[in-house]
């Protein structure tokens, strides 16, 4: 091959390959990325659109398990009278202790008007027994329907060999006050 074939063929490679070069960073890059961009909001839309049929069939069913669900939600809320809402948080509360066999050293009540919506019944309840008992009276709290939250749990040692335990339980109680029309 002669140097001026050899000259002319490299200069058609190199120019073959800048170009390749700009149609890849000009052209194709950005149709591949509008591309992607361009399925990604597809499937977005059809996420919406799945969820916009989910909540269609929901109305068109009737209302009544949400209306019930808060229905019973609002049956377990303490009831306004407070001395009612005490009993009934300390009845529970002996029957967890009866239920569990733990022994309850004292039940500190104390109201807290929140908001005019609804009010807040906090209680410290101190308990002992063992690890066994206590973790009963937990599950009890628990499992129990009544619009009781435990915020706060501590745990002691009342012997050297941890057998024997105290039990500090912060709960809050809710009561929801009426709505006036």
Same mark, same amino acid.
């Given at each position: 091959?002669?140097?001026?074939?050899?000259?002319?063929?490299?200069?058609?490679?190199?120019? =073959?390959?800048?170009?390749?070069?700009?149609?890849?960073?000009?052209? /194709?890059?950005?149709?591949?990325?509008?591309?992607?961009?361009?399925?990604?909001?597809? =499937?977005?839309?059809?996420?919406?659109?799945?969820?916009?049929? =989910?909540?269609?069939? $929901?109305?068109?069913?009737?209302?009544?398990?949400?209306?019930?669900?808060?229905?019973?939600?609002? $049956?377990?809320?303490?009831?306004?009278?407070?001395?009612? =809402?005490?009993? $009934?948080?300390?009845?529970?509360?002996?029957?967890?202790?009866?239920?569990? +066999?733990?022994?309850?050293?004292?039940?500190? #009540?104390?109201?807290?008007?929140?908001?005019? !919506?609804?009010?807040?019944?906090?209680? $410290?309840?101190?308990?002992?027994? !063992?690890? +066994?008992?206590?973790?009963?009276?937990?599950?009890?709290?628990?499992?129990? #329907?009544?619009?009781?939250?435990?915020? /706060?749990?501590? /745990? +002691?040692?009342? !012997?050297?060999?941890?057998?024997?335990?105290?039990?500090?339980?912060?709960?809050? +109680? /809710?009561?929801?006050?009426?709505?006036?029309?």
């Amino acid at each position: 091959m002669q140097i001026k074939n050899r000259q002319q063929l490299l200069i058609m490679v190199t120019i =073959a390959a800048v170009s390749l070069f700009a149609a890849d960073r000009l052209v /194709l890059s950005p149709l591949l990325k509008a591309w992607s961009m361009r399925a990604t909001r597809i =499937a977005d839309l059809h996420k919406n659109i799945d969820r916009a049929n =989910a909540m269609m069939q $929901r109305e068109q069913l009737p209302n009544q398990s949400i209306r019930s669900r808060w229905e019973q939600m609002s $049956r377990n809320t303490l009831t306004n009278n407070n001395s009612a =809402a005490e009993q $009934r948080v300390f009845k529970a509360v002996d029957l967890w202790a009866q239920n569990s +066999g733990v022994a309850i050293s004292a039940i500190t #009540p104390q109201w807290k008007h929140d908001s005019d !919506d609804y009010m807040t019944f906090e209680c $410290r309840v101190d308990a002992a027994g !063992d690890l +066994g008992k206590l973790s009963r009276f937990l599950y009890s709290v628990e499992r129990d #329907p009544m619009a009781l939250k435990l915020e /706060l749990v501590e /745990l +002691g040692a009342r !012997d050297k060999e941890g057998q024997q335990l105290s039990m500090g339980l912060q709960l809050s +109680g /809710l009561v929801l006050t009426p709505q006036k029309r």
